[in-house]
């Protein structure tokens, strides 16, 4: 059973940044596509960034220009720059090798005004 582990999250006021990471137990190739979604209270989760590759990058109109997605071959990194409150949020990491989609538990970011 593969395992992602996420980090990063905390407290911060708005302006702020917060750099949240994404451990996988296994190697993370060129092809593993690899995201970030997040999940604010009574809200549905919500894609935030999505790697199809290792070159690919995209992100969600709410946060492009803020917040940029980069990975390596053992994590995801989600860098989020000028944090508002309404990014607050628990952010999920996920990733798929082949048909196999794996979650983390999530990390609480938590922006204040």
């Known amino acids: 059973q593969e395992q992602l582990v996420e980090s990063g999250g905390g407290l911060v006021q708005a302006g702020g940044s917060l750099r949240l990471s994404c451990a996988a137990s296994r190697r993370i190739y060129s092809s593993t596509i690899c995201a970030w979604y997040r999940q604010a209270p009574g809200k549905e989760r919500e894609l935030v960034a999505h790697s199809q590759s290792a070159l690919s990058f995209r992100y969600a109109n709410s946060v492009k220009g803020r917040f940029a997605m980069s990975r390596d071959n053992v994590k995801a990194y989600l860098q989020m720059n000028n944090l508002e409150p309404e990014d607050t949020a628990v952010y999920y990491c996920?990733?798929?090798?082949?048909?196999?989609?794996?979650w983390g538990r999530g990390t609480q970011v938590t922006v204040s005004s």
């Open positions: 996920t990733m798929q090798w082949g048909r196999d989609t794996y």
